[in-house]
């Protein structure tokens, strides 16, 4: 099998609560696992079991206590608990991609340019990355005439959608989607499944927490049970 393209080890992680009194809150301990170029693996386990920590640990947000993350980019490894700040800028701009359960709206930006936008940082002409934009709102079902307007009013549906092809519009080895279809209905739901069928087909890792069971089975090859990283550190 090729070299992964993340592999955590003994990832550990305890919150302290300052504002009370420092109580500790252990969230994992000693989480190990890989992911494999074309791969969807699943974070499961009920809420509150760690799974948006975990996916935050990876992508930088949040530090760890203890244990290694290490993303292949290109001909690198880079260790994202102990990357420079600049190097984990960099991480994310080419190679790590974070679809969040929520669309951070920005004042005045459209729909359309919002979901160009990671084409035209990658250098993609706008003539190349609004039609491409354009096509991706339209498979989504977005009605053409919210993709001139910011989506700060948007359905929670309507947002996850533009969020979701802001996430997916541009190529990322490594995915992370955290409940990417929670707001969605049954038909864009299929969109999405058919959406990361895709990035899997182009080698794309993905790691991802997806409530539906529906959606689950239909992209994810496996499940990481977040709850056996014994949270008794
Ligand atoms: N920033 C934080 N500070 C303190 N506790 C947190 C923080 N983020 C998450 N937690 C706690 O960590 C536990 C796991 O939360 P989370 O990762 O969101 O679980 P899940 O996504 O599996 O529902 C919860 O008990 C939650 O309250
Ligand atoms: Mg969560």
Redo the contacts with the bound molecule.
Sequence with gaps: MSEPILQASGLSKT?V?HLREGAR?P?VSGASFELHAGECVA?G??????????L?MVYGN?RVDAGAIRVRDGDEQVDVARAAPRRLIRLRAHTMGYVSQFLRVIPRVSALDVVADPLLGDGVAPEEALPRARALLGRLNLPERLWPLPPATFSGGEQQRVNIARGLIAHRPLLLMDEPTASLDAANRQVVVELIGEKKRAGVAILG?FHDSEVREAVCDRVID?TTFGQAA
């Design positions: 919150f609560l809150l969230v974070l386990g009920p809420s509150g079991a760690g799974k948006s920590s975990l935050k949040y927490i977040v």
